[in-house]
């Protein structure tokens, strides 16, 4: 019997009378708790409503292609906020109207109309993580809070050949905090790019689980202090047990750099 024709992805649309734009925006996440509107804390969903408030009236909370942790950089997150027909500020003019109310964390890099039936978060197919190493005997004050400061060699052939064995479908429970979801998930990218004196550890997926990313680079630190060997990290894969893997890094190296939209 043939195989069923798979079934067709949910389409999204704004309410009737609102129209939906699309915007990238970057912000410095030291400021804030993450993405995410908390009570009582600053987070870059309120702070850019808030601009959009100033703009007019009527507009809906905007809806990022992910939540970031307290801390955590983005270089370009795709964003979608949906406003009245009759909103008044064009989108080819929106990225520069929203950042003259934005403070310095926060910036709008462009804006355009959305195209039918997109979501920032449900019809988004990858999400794009880099974590930065400063490599270095000394630190560096340009790089504080920005990139996790690692003054000993590193050994970027064991710290792939660990990413290797984690790369795949794999149930990612040791490499999570307080995590109530199911653990299984793809990881598309997981790689060790060194630098001079900058390292990136760069990570792909549809989606990941919560600290995941930094229990990851905590782990492959490990293998490149010689801490870890790579068959270990298998067997810590398989275990799934927190305890055994590395400590979650600081968010401060961490950047959310992309997402990707399959036929949007």
């Known amino acids: 019997m043939d195989a ?8 999204f649309r704004p309410p009737d009378g609102y129209r939906r734009l699309r915007l990238s925006v970057a912000w410095d996440g030291a400021p804030y708790v993450g993405w995410q509107s908390q009570p009582g804390a600053p987070s870059v969903q309120d702070t850019l409503y808030g601009a959009l408030d100033h703009l007019g009236t009527g507009v809906l909370r905007p809806v990022a292609a992910g939540r970031t942790d307290s801390g955590v950089h983005a270089e370009a997150m795709p964003v979608h906020v949906d406003v009245p027909e009759g909103f008044r500020i064009p989108a080819g003019r929106l990225a520069r109207a929203l950042n003259a109310w934005l403070p310095p964390s926060v910036a709008v ?3 355009h109309d959305a195209p039918a039936g997109f979501h920032a978060r449900f019809s988004c197919t990858e999400r794009r993580y880099t974590y930065r ?8 004050p340009l790089w ?20 290797a064995r984690l790369t795949g479908t794999h149930d990612f429970a040791a490499f999570a905090t307080q995590e109530d979801r199911q653990t299984v998930r793809e990881l ?22 919560r600290h995941m990313v930094r229990g990851l680079v905590g782990t492959l630190l ?8 790579p068959e270990e990290v ?10 055994q893997a590395g400590a ?10 992309g997402a990707s939209y399959t036929g949007l």
């Open 4 to 11: 069923s024709p798979p079934a067709p992805l949910p389409r």
């Open 109 to 111: 890099l462009e804006a």
């Open 133 to 140: 190493l400063l490599v270095s005997s000394q630190r560096h």
């Open 144 to 163: 504080q809070g920005r990139a996790l400061h690692v003054p000993g060699p590193l050994d970027p052939q064991a710290m792939n050949a660990a990413a």
């Open 188 to 209: 598309r990218v997981l790689r060790v790019v060194p630098g001079d004196p900058v390292w990136e550890v760069q990570v792909a997926g549809e989606s990941f689980l």
């Open 222 to 229: 490990l293998c490149g202090q010689g801490k870890l060997s």
């Open 234 to 243: 298998g067997r810590v894969l398989a275990d799934r047990q927190r305890s």
């Open 248 to 257: 979650n890094v600081p968010a401060g190296g961490l950047y959310f750099t």
